[in-house]
């Protein structure tokens, strides 16, 4: 089954960084989107940021979309040689504390809003912490 791989997590301090990353390791098609959501244990997958990485969305390869909790702090990117998905965070607080993953959708409306049940391929997830 195809999966996805996440990297880059760890503790941090409230006001630093992290840079998250995904790996697609034998995928050589990921379909309209890829996304970065996260979870805390006991509630619902949050979708935090998505990005076109096919012609079929209506909007341009690369378009970037952000939920309202870390816009201006959180950045999408991809890079499509490498076919790795990043997420860089900065002035992380204590609510970003959660488990992160990253998602493929080979679902055209995909970019907005950003909703699990859109997204078919999935990583193990890998763990940040953010301290006061």
């Known amino acids: 089954q195809a999966r996805l791989v996440e990297s880059g997590g760890g503790s941090v301090q409230a006001g630093g960084s992290l840079r998250l990353s995904c790996a697609a390791p034998?995928?050589?098609?990921?379909?309209?989107?890829m996304a970065w959501f996260r979870q805390v244990s006991g509630k619902e997958r949050e979708g935090l940021a998505a990005?076109?990485?096919?012609?079929?969305?209506?909007?341009?390869?690369?378009?970037?979309s952000y939920a309202d909790p870390v816009q201006g702090r959180f950045t999408i990117s991809r890079d499509n040689a490498q076919n790795t998905l990043t997420l860089q965070m900065n002035n992380l607080i204590p609510e970003d504390t959660a488990m992160y993953y990253c998602?493929?959708?080979?679902?055209?409306?995909?970019?907005?809003?950003?909703?699990?049940?859109?997204?078919?391929?999935w990583g193990q997830g890998t763990q940040v912490t953010v301290s006061t």
């Open positions: 034998g995928l050589s098609y990921v379909g309209y989107c």
């Open positions: 998602a493929a959708s080979a679902r055209r409306d995909c970019l907005q809003p950003i909703i699990s049940s859109k997204y078919n391929i």
């Open positions: 990005i076109t990485t096919q012609v079929g969305t209506g909007r341009p390869i690369g378009t970037e």
